[in-house]
Nanobody
Framework: QVQLVESGGGLVQAGGSLTLSCVDS????????MGWYRQAPGKQRDLVAT???????NYAGSVKGRFTISRDNAKNTMYLQMNSLKPEDTAVYYCNKNFWRAGVYRDYWGQGTQVTVSS
């Protein structure tokens, strides 16, 4: 099992910054992809950014240049630095980790953390 616990959400004014954290515990896998996804009310869950065990990152076009995903392996923690926040960034942000283990694809989610950006 993998447990993912997010923190760092909150209320911020447009133009402000927040940093989300996701602590990863449980099964250790040397090859994995972790990421942040978000879901606004009434909308589907969308990709925000991903990072691989090799440090390769990928961003949604809407956040590129404003958000930065990173991981501190020593702390088993992934971060999402969010700058220049916009009201449309308001959503519940979820941490995800996926990997193959013993021939089975494993996909884990955190409980989510609310980010609200006021105009």
């Amino acid at each position: 099992q993998v447990q993912l616990v997010e923190s760092g959400g909150g209320l911020v004014q447009a133009g402000g910054s927040l940093t989300l954290s996701c602590v990863d515990s449980g099964i250790i896998s040397s090859i994995y992809t972790m990421g942040w996804y978000r879901q606004a009310p009434g909308k589907q869950r969308d990709l925000v950014a991903t990072i691989t065990n090799g440090g390769i990152t990928n961003y949604a076009g809407s956040v590129k240049g404003r958000f930065t995903i990173s991981r501190d392996n020593a702390k088993n923690t992934m971060y999402l630095q969010m700058n220049s926040l916009k009201p449309e960034d308001t959503a519940v942000y979820y941490c995800n980790k996926n990997f193959w283990r013993a021939g089975v694809y494993r996909d884990y989610w955190g409980q989510g953390t609310q980010v609200t950006v006021s105009s």
